[in-house]
């Protein structure tokens, strides 16, 4: 049997509450044990045509034929966590892509790994981590600042979020599931026309005239 194609998922997590219950925990202890997510999307393209991505067809084209997936906290099937899928898509990817995802998303999904025939659960978290490109700790690192996702998608004139994150537990609690899935799949469809860009520019003070930084092309 041929080796399934290698692929590049970008994800995002939407959550059931902000940090103003944090009184009381630190803010990796309360992501970790209080904060659980709701929903997560997640846009899987093929490693090829994001290699291939480097005219504005070639990237419109990857996004057209990108698989997107979304996954709900209390839909599982039985014997399986509601994440299983999601974490066997990060399995066979040769990259996985998002925002802020190493200090928050990640850490927040920790508690669903399970042991698998090849890896422990903390094996298998930790190579997960060790093959995401994170944009914002990418850019972060080299500009010494914290930037967020709108800043850069309206710095490279790219379309802007849809809404604050800060209305996602609002829409979960209301269960209005088709705005919040809308809301979280947007996230992860701006995060990755930002991780297929050439170029990237931040405020005045930092222009990269290749994607070394920020692009999806060079992690790869």
């Not at 839909?75 to 802020?100: C, M, Q, S, W």
């Not at 709108?150 to 994150?165: E, I, R, V």
Request: aromatic share 10%.
């Amino acid at each position: 049997m041929a080796a399934p194609p290698l692929s590049v998922v970008v994800f995002d997590c939407e959550t059931d509450c902000g940090f103003e219950r944090l009184c009381g925990y630190s803010r990796d202890a309360f992501v970790r044990q209080v904060m659980q997510f709701t929903c997560v999307c997640a846009l899987e393209m093929s490693a090829a045509d994001v290699w291939n991505a480097t005219t504005e067809e070639a990237r419109a084209d990857a996004l057209r034929k990108a698989r997107r997936h979304t996954f709900w906290r209390d839909r599982a099937e039985a014997g399986k966590t509601p994440v299983h899928d999601l974490l066997a898509l990060f399995d066979r990817a040769a990259l996985i892509v998002g925002y802020n995802v190493l200090h928050f998303d990640f850490p927040l999904l920790q508690r669903f790994y399970q042991r698998t025939d090849e890896a422990t659960a903390a094996q298998r978290y930790y190579s997960h981590r060790a093959k995401t490109h994170d944009i914002m700790a990418r850019v972060k690192d080299v500009t010494e600042t914290y930037h967020k996702l709108d800043h850069l998608l309206k710095q490279n004139g790219l379309p802007l979020k849809t809404g604050s994150g800060a209305d996602a537990p609002r829409l979960w609690a209301a269960d209005r599931r088709e705005e919040l899935e809308a809301y979280c799949a947007a996230d992860v469809d701006v995060t990755a026309r930002l991780a297929l860009q050439p170029t990237v520019r931040v405020g005045v003070a930092f222009a990269s005239d290749s994607d070394a930084v920020h692009g999806t092309r060079a992690a790869l």
